[in-house]
């Protein structure tokens, strides 16, 4: 195979993850778990542009057309878009691509930037549109970015967050950014760091709807081909650690120190002798998860499992980890609850549940967001985050 970025040939496999299913298609019934499709999980390291990109891509359509991750059921992420909207509010017109369920689109409207979201799920941009939030229904393509530019004008602002790693072709997104964005424009895009990934063991982050884990480096070599430049960059919380990256055309602003920083830093550690190490880490981390919940199973306690993020399918699915080990797992959003988890079949219930059910150890999957969680369930619990696998207070 090719990279994807740059068409090198120089591009090697450094982990499989077995077969894994879709990750945000959760079956509602037992009727469904034979019509699960499972695909090749295997990562791939590019020596050119120092990118890593999937082994198998599965249709965006398919993949985004009927989805089940609501934004703002999460409350860290709310404050997160309060922030970034503070960032953009003297802008003239912002375009949030992948906008969901109007996370960002809701603080903007509240400070009186105009702001229109684009949003490729069907049932997602329903919801927002029904909050008043402004929503194209659609992939954000060329014909988009014509048809947005045409009744709306140029853009002084797009923003993608967490959307960049999902696109199939973003040599297209590019293109299309190119034809909305005003003179001197910034286009803003948020993307779960292939550095904190590597550092933190974070392999549970690899699945089927993310196609490309960036790094700075790959990303600067990507949007040099289209005549635009990293200006600025960031290291933002979000999804594990994420990078928040500032581009525009090229020679429109002087890129900033901490672009040439973190380039250079990661010239040290993005190799792939550094990759095979983490593939030896993931197998530890993941027989060392497992057994300490078969040692729970073994002492008589009950464990359940709080939140069902994407991520939750790559562990499970990696470490044949079912209810068996897991009873149940809680999610605060209305679209995941009275499912089950890909692949493992884990049942998805709302916090209620855990009034009568009354387990004594939660697995916190949902672990960026654990004081949060600790808050909402009164710290009632013996907590154990899966990666790395550890009891905390």
């Not at 077969?19 to 390291?45: C, G, I, W």
């Not at 703002?72 to 969901?100: P, T, W, Y």
Request: with cysteine.
């Amino acid at each position: 195979m090719k990279c994807a970025l740059c068409d090198s040939e120089a591009i090697n496999e450094f982990l499989d993850l077995g077969r894994q299913p879709l990750a945000n298609k959760y079956p509602t019934s037992v009727d469904e778990f034979d019509r699960e499709d499972f695909f090749p999980l295997t990562m791939h390291f590019c020596s050119t542009c120092k990118n890593v990109q999937l082994g198998t891509m599965i249709s965006r359509q398919r993949m985004f057309e009927d989805y089940y991750y609501l934004s703002s059921i999460n409350q860290g992420l709310v404050r997160h878009f309060e922030g970034l909207a503070k960032i953009l509010s003297r802008s003239q017109f912002v375009v949030d691509v992948g906008s969901n369920d109007g996370i960002l689109l809701k603080p903007l409207k509240q400070l009186g930037v105009r702001a229109i979201g684009v949003e490729p799920s069907i049932n997602v941009s329903k919801i927002a549109n029904d909050a008043g939030l402004e929503t194209i229904c659609s992939f954000f393509d060329v014909p988009a970015a014509q048809k947005i530019q045409r009744e709306y004008g140029k853009s002084d602002a797009i923003v993608a967050s967490s959307v960049f790693t999902h696109l199939d072709n973003p040599h297209e997104f590019i293109e299309a950014a190119k034809i909305l964005l005003a003179p001197g424009g910034r286009l803003i895009i948020e993307v779960e760091y292939i550095g904190n990934i590597l550092s933190h063991t974070q392999f549970e982050r690899f699945y089927l709807d993310r196609i490309f884990y960036y790094s700075l480096t790959s990303l600067g070599a990507l949007f040099q081909r289209h005549a635009m430049e990293v200006t600025d960059v960031e290291q933002i919380e979000p999804h594990g650690g994420s990078l928040r990256v500032t581009i525009q055309q090229h020679g429109e602003s002087a890129p900033s120190v901490r672009v040439s920083d973190l380039i250079n830093d990661e010239k040290k550690w993005l190799t792939l002798p550094e990759l095979e190490k983490f593939k030896t880490e993931v197998s530890t981390q993941t027989a060392a998860f497992r057994a300490a919940l078969e040692n729970y199973k073994k002492s008589g306690l009950k464990v359940a499992g709080y939140g069902a993020p994407a991520r939750v399918s790559t562990i499970c699915n990696f470490g044949r980890i079912g209810p068996e080990l897991i009873e149940f797992t809680v999610d605060d959003s209305p679209l995941k609850q009275n499912r089950f988890t890909p692949g493992t079949h884990i049942p998805i219930v709302k916090a209620t549940h855990l009034d009568t059910a009354r387990p004594d150890v939660l697995v916190v999957f949902a672990y960026e967001y654990f004081d949060d969680i600790k808050k909402k369930t009164r710290g009632s619990y013996r907590y154990f985050l899966p990666i790395p696998p550890r009891e905390i207070q």
